[in-house]
């Protein structure tokens, strides 16, 4: 029996609250994989924030394509890969950097979070990345 996800499932499971793992290619180097908060919709793109002149950010500038892993953390074991083309552009306050600290942290606790790290509405010095996914490897072991 196949333990490859159907593509609602893995579609359901890459928009639920998981922390991804994303990889960049690193000239010279192995790729860079960095744990990530992400956000996703059925048929969509995923999308992520992070820091435009960290590691991740200056890497993502040069690169034209990325992955994202996520997973369960329990048995039955699942996880999906995605992989495809890179579009950067600038987020948006409420629209991308508050709603992900929402998605995992609520409410109250996302916008202590923003508040602590200085994430206010000020967007200078973000990257929006958006990951078309074009390729998808994925498993359920429960299915096995």
């Given at each position: 029996m196949s333990t490859a996800m159907t593509r609602s499932e893995r579609e359901a499971f890459l928009a639920d609250v998981h922390v991804g793992v994303l990889c960049v290619d690193e000239p010279g180097r192995g790729p860079l994989a960095a744990p990530v908060w992400y956000w996703?919709?059925?048929?969509?793109?995923?999308?992520?924030?992070?820091?435009?002149?960290?590691?991740?950010?200056?890497?993502?500038?040069?690169?034209?394509?990325?992955?994202?892993?996520?997973?369960?953390?329990?048995?039955?074991?699942?996880?999906v890969t995605v992989e495809g083309p890179l579009?950067?552009?600038?987020?948006?306050?409420?629209?991308?950097?508050?709603?992900?600290?929402?998605?995992?942290?609520?409410?109250?606790?996302?916008?202590?979070?923003?508040?602590?790290?200085?994430?206010?509405?000020?967007?200078?010095?973000?990257?929006l990345v958006r990951i078309t996914p074009e390729r998808w490897l994925t498993v359920d072991y429960g299915k096995a």
């Open positions: 996703y919709e059925p048929g969509g793109d995923v999308h992520v924030v992070t820091g435009a002149g960290s590691r991740k950010g200056l890497l993502l500038r040069q690169a034209t394509r990325a992955s994202l892993v996520v997973q369960t953390e329990a048995p039955p074991y699942k996880y579009a950067l552009g600038t987020p948006e306050y409420e629209r991308d950097i508050r709603k992900v600290a929402h998605r995992y942290l609520g409410p109250v606790m996302g916008d202590r979070y923003l508040k602590s790290t200085g994430g206010g509405e000020n967007v200078a010095g973000q990257l």
